[in-house]
T-cell receptor, first 114, second 114 residues
Framework: GNSVTQMEGPVTLSEEAFLTINCTYT??????LFWYVQYPGEGLQLLLK?????DKGSNKGFEATYRKETTSFHLEKGSVQVSDSAVYFC?????????????FGSGTKLNVKP | NAGVTQTPKFQVLKTGQSMTLQCAQD?????MYWYRQDPGMGLRLIYY???????DKGEVPNGYNVSRLNKREFSLRLESAAPSQTSVYFC?????????????FGQGTRLTVV
């Protein structure tokens, strides 16, 4: 079945450090891939998405590239800020036999220290 | 833009009590979802509705019922609350198109069952 696996946290970085959060997926066909961010006490907000192989999603300095050959969608940011502290979720939707459902990873908590 | 609105935001129930969580979206989306979020477990799908008039079970449907009242509204009912249902509940909605759609989330309902 479909699933998403992302690296466990928490991840603690100093401000201006480079961020990578790994995400791999299992799905048939060609799902869409997403990164969501959740700030304390809030719901999930879409951070970026990619809909086909080799697409790069980007937003607010974050990037992720849809790699079908490695079934991965790793999140990166060149220089994190304290305000990036949040929980990040990788997700997929679509693909063969999965038109309506979303599958989420377990989330990775990011702590950025000044 | 209201997006997805959930009520209530907080609720405390006694074991055995019942309640209904309300969700409404104003984006004319066909699909709606109920998730629960527990520490370390990411989001787990309780029920979803692909379109008005249809509902389907997700990963963890036991102890819950849903109603898709119309295209805008999708409610989640706990008939006899149990402490294991203490969680944060999120409603989400999504458009149906072939690729690239994302889910939009409400702010969540924080439910405690004592």
């Amino acid at each position: 079945g479909n699933s998403v696996t992302q690296m466990e946290g928490p991840v603690t970085l100093s401000e201006e450090a480079f961020l990578t959060i790994n995400c791999t997926y299992t799905a048939t066909g060609y799902p869409s891939l997403f990164w969501y961010v959740q700030y304390p006490g809030e719901g999930l907000q879409l951070l970026l998405k990619a809909t086909k192989a080799d697409d790069k999603g980007s937003n607010k300095g974050f990037e992720a590239t849809y790699r079908k050959e490695t079934t991965s969608f790793h999140l990166e940011k060149g220089s994190v800020q304290v305000s990036d502290s949040a929980v990040y979720f990788c997700a997929l939707s679509g693909g063969a036999g999965n038109f309506n459902k979303f599958y989420f990873g377990s989330g990775t908590k990011l702590n950025v220290k000044p | 833009n209201a997006g997805v609105t959930q009520t209530p935001k907080f609720q405390v129930l006694k074991t055995g009590q019942s309640m209904t969580l309300q969700c409404a979206q104003d984006m004319n989306h066909n699909s709606m979802y109920w998730y629960r979020q527990d520490p370390g477990m990411g989001l787990r799908l309780i029920y979803y509705s692909a379109s008005e008039g249809t509902t389907d079970k997700g990963e963890v449907p036991n102890g819950y019922n849903v109603s898709r009242l119309n295209k805008r509204e999708f409610s989640l009912r706990l008939e006899s609350a149990a402490p294991s249902q203490t969680s944060v509940y999120f409603c989400a909605s999504s458009a149906i198109d072939s690729t690239g759609r994302e889910a939009f989330f409400g702010q969540g309902t924080r439910l405690t069952v004592v």
